[in-house]
């Protein structure tokens, strides 16, 4: 009889000490974070371009937030911009998935396979989809190791950009993972279970050098650091996210000259706004165009 009170009263201590999910400590809110989903609702989440929450294609489940079959309400962005911040969030996917994490999300943004010749439905789908640089989540057991280059769509790069570690510590398809993202001013950093896999640095000739040999040098401004919103990708498979949480970091402000963020979609670029020139009286109060 003792010995059951014993094993019971073990399994109760060991069932309280489980963690919260979707919910922060009192040492969490004193240090700035929040919780970017409740665990239960999609508050904070709408489809992009300002489209509402696309619930054919996203579900919200046993403290989740996951993709459904149907891909046709494409990603999922926040309703608030960050510039400088930590986001830290758990995800599982399954055996072969594929999905991403992508911020400093422009709306004015279409993605690389956008043309302005596209039927309209299809430019419709091309515009839910949101660009920014991303956290590749990907099950690796699905990459070809014998193409050149696998390693920058690997999990954990900065998709098409910068590789991770080739020790990083990701756990198989069908196990939780926690990531984490820091930008502070230019600098940026991915981490994922504990261990840092890669940094980079926005508005650097080696991020812009890397972009042009990627399918982003057709989006005009790509590699610039400015705000934006946080995307969760829709990429035909499952995936589960929880435990999505930021805060912001005091950090230099480098948005206030961001050529490229407008978009016509008609399919014309503007150009970049010109900086006033030393001298000229016309400029001599002006500031740089948003």
Not at 98 to 120: D, E, I
Not at 198 to 209: G, I, R, T
Not at 218 to 241: C, D, E, S
Request: hydrophobic share 35%; net charge neutral; with cysteine.
């Amino acid at each position: 009889m003792l010995r059951t009170i014993l094993l019971a009263t073990l399994a109760a201590s060991v069932g309280l000490a489980e963690p919260s999910h979707n919910s922060l400590t009192d040492a969490e809110k004193l240090q700035g974070w929040q919780l970017l989903f409740d665990g239960s609702t999609s508050t904070g989440w709408e489809g992009f371009q300002d489209t509402p929450f696309p619930a054919s294609s996203w579900a919200i489940e046993d403290g989740t937030i996951r993709t459904l079959s149907d891909n046709s309400g494409g990603d999922i962005v926040t309703v608030s911009q960050f510039e400088n911040f930590e986001l830290t969030f758990d995800w599982k996917l399954v055996k072969g998935g594929n999905s991403g994490v992508k911020y400093l999300v422009q709306k004015a943004w279409a993605g690389p396979g956008y043309r302005p010749h596209l039927s309209p439905d299809a430019k419709r789908r091309s515009m839910l989809r949101a660009t920014g640089p991303e956290y590749q989540l990907l099950d690796d057991d699905n990459l070809n190791r014998r193409r050149r280059g696998w390693e920058y769509s690997s999990c954990g790069s900065l998709y098409l950009l910068y590789k991770p570690v080739a020790d990083k510590p990701v756990r198989p398809a069908g196990e939780w993972n926690t990531s984490r993202i820091v930008v502070r001013g230019t600098h940026g950093e991915h981490w994922l279970n504990g261990a840092k896999i890669l940094e980079y640095e926005f508005n650097s000739p080696e991020m812009f050098a890397r972009v042009e040999q990627t399918k982003f040098k057709r989006v005009p401004g790509f590699g610039f650091k400015g705000p934006g919103h946080i995307a969760l990708t829709h990429h035909n498979h499952p995936v589960w996210y929880r435990n999505i949480k930021v805060r912001a970091l005091q950090g230099p402000r480098v948005s206030d000259f961001l050529p490229g963020r407008l978009f016509d979609p008609e399919g014309l670029i503007p150009p970049p706004p010109q900086l006033p020139q030393p001298g000229d009286p016309t400029t001599s109060d002006a500031r740089p165009s948003h």
